[in-house]
């Protein structure tokens, strides 16, 4: 008789992940895992108390019947429907999370059907094979959640970070870390000039150029900037993430829109929707529609010539190659930031991308 030999594929599992990266069209993190079943006809992300409410038990019933105090893949063999189950109650939403995408990777993997069971469980499946299946879901949650290409290609990485920036438990968070720093210690490296790399390379620029200004509280993406664009102060830091009830961003709205070469779609002043092709000004007031430094060294033929010649978004109050106020602030197109601040009453908000209870 043939012994079965129960190892783990990790490699098919790391595909599995990177696959459902691509169905899902993530681009960045964290994965909202609650809503990955959209892109499925034949899976269901629902949680406990709508289980035990379809089956008419009670919540304790609905863990003893389904084998986990925390979650489930389950093979609803009538209706062919795969229920990704989840225990609502659990405190910890990040350890939730990390449930969801582990069931999940049994759905992608097609546990239920190899081992021939509704519901995967130790008891219900030699030990040994319940352990190959429970690895290579693990596996498959640490790349769909925290994909290491996102994470060995951030300027600087700790458990911390891939913690805020993943939404997934410390304890999570630890073994990945550990796992990825063991990797890159024998030389592994993820390329984002991968597929998998250029699918999240937009939001690794982003993460790794995000500015913060401590004068004005403003977060801001750009790889060369020395001074603020809102406020023209030098006091930027580098940030990855912002500290949750610490440090605050004011949001300040984004009033225009600019083509490629910095040009307005709209006159600011007089609201003019007919912009020469050629031309830098508006036909009908004259105001200047491109957003440009406004360091001025002296005027030629009634027309002033620029120290910075830095072009800037139609949105920068100041320049952040030299830290001048822009011609936009300069001819009231835009205001004062002190002014925005002022009237929103000095509301502010976490910084984007990272709230205290993001959602699933």
């Known amino acids: 008789m043939m012994r079965m030999i129960f190892e783990p594929n990790f490699k098919k599992a790391e595909q599995a992940a990177y696959q459902l990266h691509e169905i899902a069209n993530i681009t960045a993190l964290p994965v909202k895992v609650r809503k990955i079943d959209k892109h499925f006809k034949d899976l269901k992300i629902k949680p406990y108390k709508w289980f035990a409410k379809e089956w008419g038990i009670t919540h304790e019933e609905t863990i003893r019947l389904l084998g986990s105090d925390e979650g489930c893949c389950f093979h609803w063999k009538q209706q062919d429907i795969y229920l ?17 995408a582990h069931e999940l990777g049994h759905y992608m993997l097609k546990h239920n059907l190899k081992s021939q069971r509704s519901i995967l469980g130790r008891g219900g499946v030699p030990d040994k094979e319940y352990d ?16 290491p290409v996102v994470i060995t290609n951030l300027p600087h990485w700790d458990t911390y970070l ?6 997934i438990s410390f304890e999570a968070s630890t073994h990945t870390f550990e796992f990825y720093k063991n990797g890159k210690k024998i030389g592994v490296r993820y390329s984002l000039g991968s597929k998998i ?16 200004c401590k004068n004005c509280n403003v977060s801001f993406v750009s790889e060369t900037a020395r001074f603020c664009e809102c406020c023209g102060s030098d006091q930027l830091t580098r ?26 779609n709209i006159c600011p002043r007089c609201l003019n929707e007919e912009m020469h092709p050629a031309g830098d000004f508006c036909p009908q007031c004259g105001l200047e529609v491109v957003n440009r430094c406004d360091d001025i060294s002296y005027y030629s033929n009634h027309a002033p010539v620029f120290n910075c010649e830095a072009v800037l978004s139609p949105n920068q109050r100041h320049c952040h190659v030299c830290g001048c106020q822009s011609t936009f602030l300069r001819n009231g197109v835009l205001e004062p930031w002190e002014k925005i ?14 709230s205290k209870n993001p959602s699933l």
């Open 132 to 147: 190959m299946y429970e690895k290579e879901a693990n596996c498959f949650a640490r790349n769909f959640l925290a994909p």
């Open 239 to 264: 940030t990855l993430f912002l500290n949750q009830g610490d440090d605050i961003e004011m949001i300040y709205p984004v009033v225009y829109s600019a083509d490629e070469s910095g040009k307005v």
């Open 84 to 100: 990704v189950l989840y225990n609502e109650k659990v405190e910890n939403q990040a350890r939730i999370r990390w449930t969801i």
């Open 341 to 354: 601040k002022e009237k929103a009453g000095q509301t502010t908000v976490l910084s984007e991308g990272f």
């Open 162 to 167: 891939i913690g805020e920036l993943c939404n």
């Open 197 to 212: 790399g250029l699918r999240f390379k937009q939001f690794v620029f982003k993460v790794s150029n995000k500015k913060y």
